[in-house]
């Protein structure tokens, strides 16, 4: 069973970078038709999708945070990470990664882990 979990100097002064990496275990970054993203929940917010690298390496952001963001992966770790950069106090949120199969659509999700300050 896969097994997601955040990691990082989540923690960061507004104008600063936040950098997160997501270790998985039991399966891997690069099987076909995964796909590895990025979510996000604001306190008292719905959940925000910011983007997500796919089993070949292509990547996709959401319009609103393309420009501060950008997603990488370290396939010998099956390791993927988050850069958002320029944060503000409206960056603050819990940050999750996911897994999504594409035919199913189903959703393994990391335990989530406070971005920004709090």
């Known amino acids: 069973q896969v097994q997601l979990q955040e990691s990082g100097p989540g923690l960061v002064k507004p104008s600063q970078t936040l950098s997160l990496t997501c270790t998985v275990s039991?399966?891997?970054?690069?099987?076909?038709?995964?796909?590895w993203s990025w979510i996000r929940q604001p306190p008292g917010k719905g959940l925000e999708w910011m983007g997500a690298i796919h089993y070949d390496a292509r990547t996709y952001y959401s319009p609103s945070l393309k420009s501060r963001t950008s997603i990488s992966r370290d396939t010998s770790n099956d390791q993927f990470s988050l850069q958002l950069t320029s944060v503000t106090p409206e960056d603050t949120a819990v940050y999750y990664c996911?897994?999504?199969?594409?035919?199913?659509?189903?959703?393994?999700w990391g335990q989530g882990t406070q971005g920004t300050e709090p």
């Open positions: 996911v897994r999504r199969k594409y035919m199913s659509g189903k959703l393994d």
């Open positions: 039991g399966g891997s970054i690069t099987t076909n038709s995964f796909a």
